[in-house]
Each structure stands twice: as structure tokens, then as C-alpha cells.
């Protein structure tokens, strides 16, 4: 072990923005975006690196090119197979996964704080320097394959593609599945990979958080001289998604499998997460359908008091994103109750839109929104998430302060706006899948 | 990286206060400053392992009626008032065990406890409720139904169980729950919820002493309770491999191998959690690299040693790649124990998995919650008044961390070759069932309308 493992979290230095409870945010010469935030409290450190590439920005006849990507990551590089990748993180019980999702992929790790230099040089490698050896690309491959097949399985992925499909028409990234489809993930290429990685893996792309045990000044030198060398391209942008228009017409899909329950999805397409109505539309969202335990309608009614599922929700701000996310109620219920089960999720939408809420909905919504906030930052993990959720949607470090006012200002009135301006009860894609005849 | 030192104290067990109060009421308390939160939870000796023939599903039933109001809190007046505080709550029911947990912010979580204190003992029990709910439960278990591995273990652990409780799932059999009668939902929380037969755990942002000073009042002056009866069955000795298939319709063939394994905290349970964290852990395990780098005919498998108040199972799942067939992979997992219980473990192998058990703990008990449910489920389960104190309730989890860091070569290969043979385990197959032509189907009606 080198020496300055052992003085990552040593002395009492404080840089200047470091204190304790503030994130420090500091830009590296070659663009890496770096954010850290100290966590005495256990001898261990967190770190999320994220990657402006994902099912975004791939073609779609390369569906899946990103979640293959993410995956072959810490396969080989040129400095160690994936053997070896493997028997240093898991020798020493850290942890490192990659990933390639939607808008972003990239690495996360937790690591004791002794050993967490030495897992940061693998996340550093993975990142630069990994070559998709041939070998591992075909095992991959043929796995993603079998992972296409053996999910046909579960009805509420089946109703969720079926769902995204409709939503998003044929011409914008988010109406594929992000693992690809099996003609598009068998064609890929060892060189497809490389083209995307080449391109998007560059250091004025990446954002990074660390989180835990450390001192910031310390830190900041480690990870500079760990990317030290890493070049950026200058000219890099990221390419242009099209946009996409929330439907002006009912859309329905019903799809036969041999099960006990009927998957059912309601909606249509939802907001971003810049968009400055969110936090009213979070506010209706805790009143609708995403407050936990029975507490708001459609869970309440639906569930505790017509016994009609186990499960039922509903939400437009959890998928809020780079690109509009959707707007969705969802219930897995018995074949028997499925027009109850529809017309009542229907009815709830319809209600919320065209009567003003009660003040003490919204005040029992504002203060579990406000008082839940601390549960946001319990582990390092998630206070990690949470930096990078700022950083990429601008949202300022200071959102922490500023967040408990943005709920509380929301009114009765914000709920009716915004509910009108962004649901619509007539124009629903409905996706049903379960115990039922299907026709297309 | 020290978690265990020579007080013999791991961190998630130091500054653990263990108090009982006259009544039998358990109070683990452990004071975390990290985040100003708290995690309250109470956890009863009860599951399905105390349910009757005939009355499965019960203890999970009952699990759900707790959250319908009491003599003095309406229907829904627990999740809104958990809701107004910023708080959250839920609740969870396994073969041992049904735990609630409320977490809350640091200077309002009495909130829970005063909830816990109510409907310990004055849970309404309104026909109505009653009966939409059991609609809510059957949803539950058809949901289940639709998981193929929810399905197969169910057959594995009813094949391997012929006498003892644990041969039904938590949720109940379908008739089972359809039967049972509000009367006899009463009479089952009459006998089991009291302070005798409960643990009340506390983690996170408070002073012990005004906490306990707190439990005590909501709790101390209930009645003990009546003395709750002893679960006598014991299952008897397997002399011979067992075997289940089940049909489903299915693209992928799935499999699971369970064996009859020892109670929690018995000295022959170390050597087989050190087995399955050889067997599956990480991508440098054996299964894995057998299953899925050699082979390459699944697309994951894993180990698990659940344990139980009594001897439950240690188990292998599969799930294949299409095309494979569960007996090929069968012969390869068989393969593998066989080989771990007679070729030396390579000394590093065996060091890295008990590194990796140590990392487990730090790493895995950042937040308040999930150590008051280890203290919580340790506490209930590992309670034989036989255990030497300092392996007995939460301190097992001291006990673990000691013991299997001890384990040698010979003492892991003994307990696989005592365990893990052909004459102790249940094979389960789930194979694909061609119902496409006559797959019943419900007329929808409005097919036309289809997009």
C-alpha cells in the first residue's frame, strides 16, 4: 500500500470550501467535473462517475450499444484482464460496477478508505483504457442475448416496453428498451464499442463525486493525478436528440401471456426535470399516487379500499430526465377487475385535473415532502447521486437550502394549473399485459 | 481494517444496550449521531413457522391488518400520520418473524413508538377491513405466482419440509388465505403480540437513557402476556435426494438445489457461510466463473444459506440461458460442491472470502435501518437460552464475524461433505409448459379497438 493511502482521511486540514456539510466543486485542467463531499463517519468512501453517453445517443440499429458498452467496461484493459479487475476489487470486498443507462453510463465503487486509491486506479483504467477483448465482447454478447429472452418472463417489463414503445413514436431514443432488442444486440460490434468509446469517453464528458471519508485537498490531488494524463477534445459535443410531442390521441396495446395477474399502464408523456413546474408536479404527485403507505388516492382507494391489487401508483416526476419522462399509473390486478381497476385509475386522473385539491391534502404532501428530505442523504451513495442529479440538471448546491421553500410555496391553485397543463385524461396510452385475449 | 476487536465487539454491536423490561419487552437501543434520524422497530416472534395446517398465510395477513387501525386510530390514520411527520413505515413477515419499522427524523420519532405501544394490543379488527384486505393479499400472492423462482422454491421448500412449518411459503397457500375468518385472525394476534414475545430496536440520533425511559413508559405497564406455546415439530431425517418438477410456461429453464442445513448459530452453520460466499460471491467465485465464464449456461446462479430458528436450508438457484437444460447445469453445481468438499482450498481463496465478509459489514451498515433490522432479526431468531451469552441474540452477529474469520480448510470441507451430500438435498426443476394452444384466455370485449 502507497504511502498516501494511508493519508487520505489523515490530519485535520480543511480546504477552504471543505467544511463540514458543503460540497466542494472543482473543475480539473483536461474538464473533468469533480465533486466532493467529506463523511467522517465510517472508514469508507463512495465514488460515482458518470459519462455523457447512454441509449440517448446511440442509432437504432445499434439498440442495446450502450448497456453492452457499460457492461463490457471492466472486461479487460490494457493493463489488466477482467480476472484481474476482478480479484483486486473483490480480495480486498470493495465494490466497483459499471453501467451504461440511458443518458449516462460510467463506473460506481465504494471502497474502505485504505484501499480506496487502489480501486480508484482500476475505475481510472476501466474508464481510459479498456479494450473489449474479443473473447469477452462474444460471452457478453451471448449473454445480453439470453437476458432478452429470460425477461419475456416478467409481464410488468413486457407492459413497460410495450408502454415506452407507444409513448415516445419510432423516432426518439427513450421509446427503446435499453438492453436493445435481440437482431439489434446481435449485430453489434467490438468496433461499435470502441467508435462510442472513443468518441463519447473523454474527460470534458465526465462528471465525478466522492463521498465519505477523506480530506478534500487530498482528494482533489488524487484524482487529478490519477486522470492526469487523460487528454479532452476540445471540440466535443453532444449530439442533438429529437423532440418528442405528448400524444393528441388514445393509444392502446393488449398483450396475451399466460399469467395470474394483468399488468395494466396508463398515461402518456411527462416533463422534464428542468422544467420549473416540477415541484408542483411533485406536490401532485405525493396527492395522487406516490406518497408512501396508503396515503394518497390512487393507493388509498384503489388499494386499501376496493382491495383491487398489491400494487398501484402513479407519477410524472420520477422519470422527469435530459427528455421528458412519462406520465404513469400503474396496477397489477386480477383479470376479473380489470375495467374497475382502469376506470378507477381513469377517474383519479380525471378528478385531480378538474377539482381543486383540499389545503390539507397538500399540506400533509408538503410536510412529508420537507420532512422526508433528510432520508436523501443517509449513505454515501446517495449523497453522491444526489450531487451528480445537481450538477447535470444545474440545480446549484445550495438546492438544499432552497428546497424546503420550493415545496411550501406550491398552493392549491399550482396543483390545478399545472395537473391541467400536463395531464390528460382523454389522450391515454393504455398498455395491458397478462390473462387476455390480444389482436393487433 | 479491523471490525472486530478485542473486546470482542463489531461495530454495528458496540454501544448496543440491551434491556428487558418486568414485562419480557426487549429494548435494544444503539445511539448513531451521523444523521439526525431515527430507526424504531418492533419485532415479534412470530411467522409462518407458527401457523397451523390449514391456517397458512396468517402471521402475513396479520402483518397487513396492524396498519388498519386501533380502538383509538382510525383506518389509514398510521401512514397519515407517519406521512405529516416525514416519517415512513412498513413492515415485513418471514417464517420466524414479523418486524415494523417506522424512521423519522431525530426530533419527532416517539411518534413511533406511541403507535407500536397502541396497536400492540388494540388492533381493530372491523369485518370489512378484514375482508378487503384478504382481496389486497390474494393480489400479493397471485403477483408471486407470476415470478417463476417465487414458484419453484415454493415446491422446493414444501418437498423438502414434509412435517415441519416451513414447508409453506409466507404468504400462505390461496385456500388457506381465502378461508381464514376474522375470529381467528383475533385469536392469533391474542396470542402472539405481547411485550413477552417482542423487541423493540432503536438506531440513530437520540440519548439512550430518555429513549429507554420512553419505551418504558408506552410499554411497561402492559401485561406480559400468556407464555407462548413451543413449536415442537422437528423434521425428520432425509435418507435420500429428493426431487420436484414444475410446469410453467416459460422461455428459460430454471433450477435449485437445496440441502438441509442447521439452525442459526449452531457450530456447524459457520463452515457453510464461509461455503457460500466461496461458491458465489462476486464474479471470482466458483459458481461464476464455472457457471457463467466456463460454461456460459446461465445468466446468473447464486448460494444462499438462509437460517432459521430451525434448520432450514441451504440453497443453489439457476437461472439458465435459453436452450439449456436444468440437468446439464445440475451436474456442473454438483460438480462444484463436490470438488470444495474434497480439493484443498487455496489459501488466498479463502482468505479473500473472509475479507470480504469483514468488508460486508462496514460497508453494508451505513444506514440506520438496515442495522436495526440485523440487530432486530439476530436478536429475535438466535435466542436458544443454551448459546453462551456472548453468541445469543444480537451478539451472534459478533459471533459470526469471529467465527468464520476462524474457519480452516478442514473444518469448511467437513461440514460440505456433512451437509451439501446427495442423500440431504431437494432438486427442483422449472421446465417450460407448451400451453400455446390452449392457453385459456379471457374475452376482452374490445379487441378491435387494439392498437
Redesign the interface.
Known amino acids: 500500500m502507497s504511502n498516501e493511502t494511508n493519508h487520505l482521511n489523515a490530519g485535520t486540514q480543511r480546504s477552504a470550501t471543505g467544511k463540514k456539510g458543503v460540497p466542494t466543486r472543482v473543475e480539473l485542467s483536461n474538464g473533468i467535473r469533480l465533486i466532493l463531499f467529506e463523511?467522517p463517519?465510517?472508514?469508507?468512501i463512495s465514488m460515482n462517475v458518470m459519462v455523457g453517453f447512454g441509449g440517448r445517443y446511440e442509432a437504432e440499429e445499434q439498440a442495446g450499444l450502450a448497456a453492452l458498452l457499460g457492461d463490457m467496461l471492466d472486461e479487460g484493459t490494457e493493463r489488466q484482464n477482467?480476472?484481474e479487475i476482478?480479484?483486486a476489487?473483490?480480495?480486498?470486498?470493495?465494490?466497483l460496477g459499471t453501467f451504461g443507462g440511458y443518458t449516462h453510463s460510467g463506473v460506481s465503487m465504494?471502497a474502505?478508505t485504505?484501499d480506496f486509491p487502489a480501486i480508484l486506479g482500476i475505475a481510472s483504467d476501466v474508464l481510459q483504457r479498456s479494450t473489449f477483448p474479443a473473447d469477452r465482447f462474444a460471452?457478453r454478447q451471448?449473454?445480453t442475448l439470453?437476458?432478452l429472452?429470460?425477461r419475456?418472463?416478467d409481464?410488468r417489463t413486457v407492459a413497460g416496453d410495450a408502454y415506452r414503445d407507444?409513448i415516445y413514436g419510432t423516432t426518439h431514443p427513450a421509446h427503446r428498451p435499453g438492453i436493445g432488442y435481440p437482431k439489434t444486440v446481435a449485430a453489434l460490434t467490438r468496433d461499435d464499442l470502441f467508435a462510442a468509446y472513443r468518441k463519447f469517453f473523454i474527460p470534458n464528458n465526465i462528471v465525478i463525486a466522492v463521498v465519505g471519508d477523506f480530506v478534500t485537498a487530498k482528494m482533489v490531488e488524487l484524482v487529478e493525478q490519477t486522470f492526469s494524463t487523460w487528454q479532452p477534445a476540445p471540440d466535443f459535443v453532444l449530439p442533438a436528440v429529437p423532440e418528442v410531442e405528448r400524444q393528441r390521441e388514445p393509444?392502446?396495446?393488449?398483450i396475451?401471456?399466460?399469467?395470474?395477474?394483468l399488468q395494466i399502464y396508463v398515461g402518456h408523456l411527462g416533463i422534464r426535470r428542468t422544467n420549473p413546474d416540477y415541484y408542483p408536479l411533485l406536490v401532485m404527485d405525493t396527492i395522487l399516487g406516490s406518497?408512501?403507505?396508503?396515503?394518497s388516492r390512487i393507493p388509498?382507494i384503489l388499494?386499501?379500499?376496493?382491495?383491487?391489487?398489491?400494487?398501484t401508483y402513479a407519477s410524472i416526476t420520477a422519470t422527469a430526465g435530459m427528455d421528458p419522462g412519462r406520465f404513469t399509473a400503474y396496477i397489477?390486478?386480477?383479470?376479473?377487475n380489470?375495467e374497475k381497476a382502469l376506470n378507477g385509475l381513469k377517474a383519479e386522473i380525471f378528478r385531480i385535473i378538474e377539482e381543486p385539491v383540499e389545503s390539507a391534502e397538500l399540506?400533509?404532501a408538503q410536510?412529508?415532502?420537507?420532512?422526508?428530505?433528510?432520508?436523501n442523504?443517509?449513505?454515501?451513495a446517495q449523497m453522491a447521486a444526489f450531487l451528480l442529479e445537481a450538477e447535470i440538471f444545474n440545480l446549484g448546491f445550495d438546492y438544499l437550502e432552497r428546497y424546503p421553500d420550493l415545496i411550501r410555496q406550491v398552493t392549491v391553485a399550482d396543483i390545478a394549473r399545472v395537473a391541467q397543463t400536463y395531464l390528460d385524461a382523454t389522450n391515454l396510452t393504455t398498455v395491458m399485459v397478462g390473462?387476455?385475449?390480444?389482436?393487433? | 481494517m479491523t471490525p472486530a476487536v478485542s473486546d470482542g465487539f463489531s461495530p454495528l454491536t458496540r454501544n448496543v444496550r440491551r434491556t428487558v423490561l418486568p414485562n419480557g419487552l426487549t429494548i435494544l437501543t444503539k445511539e448513531v449521531h451521523t444523521h439526525p434520524i431515527v430507526a424504531a422497530m418492533i419485532w415479534y416472534r412470530v411467522g409462518s413457522r407458527n401457523e397451523e395446517l390449514g391456517q397458512t398465510g396468517k402471521s402475513h395477513f396479520l402483518e397487513h391488518m396492524m396498519f388498519k387501525g386501533t380502538e383509538r386510530l382510525g383506518k389509514g390514520e398510521i401512514d397519515l400520520q407517519t406521512l405529516v411527520r416525514g416519517g415512513r413505515n412498513n413492515a415485513f413477515t418471514w417464517l420466524d418473524f414479523t418486524a415494523y419499522y417506522f424512521t423519522f427524523a431525530s426530533d419527532r420519532w416517539e411518534l413511533a413508538l406511541e403507535i407500536e405501544a397502541d396497536r400492540i394490543r388494540n388492533t381493530a379488527f372491523a369485518p370489512e377491513e378484514f375482508e378487503s384486505e384478504k382481496q389486497v393479499i390474494i393480489e400479493e400472492l397471485q403477483m408471486g405466482l407470476d415470478s417463476p423462482f417465487e414458484v419453484l422454491e415454493n415446491e422446493v421448500w414444501a418437498t423438502a419440509f414434509r412435517q415441519h412449518p416451513y414447508h409453506a411459503p409466507t404468504v400462505g397457500w390461496l385456500k388457506d388465505v381465502q378461508d381464514v375468518t376474522v375470529g381467528e385472525m383475533k385469536d392469533y394476534y391474542d396470542r402472539w403480540y405481547h411485550p413477552r414475545n417482542a423487541t423493540v430496536v432503536l438506531v440513530g440520533d437520540f440519548a439512550t437513557d430518555a429513549a429507554i425511559a420512553r419505551v418504558t413508559e408506552c410499554f411497561g405497564q402492559m401485561p406480559a402476556g400468556p407464555v407462548t406455546p413451543p413449536m415442537k415439530i422437528v423434521e425428520p431425517l432425509q435418507k435420500g435426494e429428493k426431487r420436484v418438477v414444475v410446469k410453467k410456461s416459460t422461455p428459460v429453464e430454471r433450477l435449485m438445489i437445496a440441502y438441509h442445513a442447521p439452525e442459526v448459530a449452531h457450530s456447524d452453520s459457520y463452515a457453510l457461510h464461509v461455503a457460500s460466499m466461496l461458491l458465489s460471491h462476486g464474479r471470482t467465485s466458483r459458481l461464476y466463473q464455472r457457471l457463467q465464464e466456463k460454461d456460459q449456461s446461465v445468466t446468473f446462479a447464486f448460494a444462499q444459506y438462509s437460517e432459521h430458528i430451525d434448520p432450514s436450508l441451504f440453497y443453489i438457484q439457476a437461472e439458465l440461458k435459453p436452450g439449456r437444460k436444468a440437468a446439464e447445469v445440475e451436474a456442473a453445481i454438483l460438480e462444484e460442491i463436490d470438488r470444495l468438499a474434497h480439493e484443498p482450498i487455496p489459501e488466498a481463496e479463502l482468505e479473500k472470502a473472509k475479507r470480504q465478509i469483514r468488508a460486508t459489514y462496514i460497508l453494508g451498515n451505513e444506514d440506520m435501518l438496515n442495522q436495526a433490522t440485523l440487530l432486530g432479526e439476530y436478536e429475535t431468531i438466535a435466542n436458544r437460552p443454551e448459546l453462551p451469552d456472548d453468541e445469543r441474540g444480537f451478539r451472534y452477529l459478533d459471533a459470526y464475524l469471529k467465527r468464520t474469520q476462524a474457519m480452516t480448510t478442514s473444518e469448511i470441507q467437513a461440514m460440505v461433505r456433512k451437509y451439501l451430500h446427495a442423500d440431504n438435498r431437494t432438486i427442483g426443476h422449472l421446465v417450460n409448459e407448451d400451453r400455446a394452444t390452449t392457453e385459456p384466455t379471457i374475452p376482452t370485449g374490445d379487441e378491435e379497438a387494439a392498437a
Open positions: 463523511n463517519a465510517l472508514p469508507m477482467s480476472d476482478a480479484l476489487i473483490e480480495s480486498v470486498g470493495a465494490r465504494v474502505l485504505d460471452q451471448a449473454r439470453a437476458q429472452t429470460s419475456k418472463d409481464p407507444l393509444r392502446e396495446k393488449l396475451s401471456k399466460d399469467k395470474e395477474q406518497s408512501p403507505g396508503m396515503t388509498r388499494r386499501d379500499e376496493q382491495g383491487l391489487a398489491y400494487t397489477g390486478t386480477s383479470p376479473g380489470r399540506e400533509m410536510a412529508y415532502l420537507t420532512g422526508s428530505f433528510v432520508f442523504f443517509e449513505t454515501n390473462p387476455i385475449s390480444s389482436k393487433d
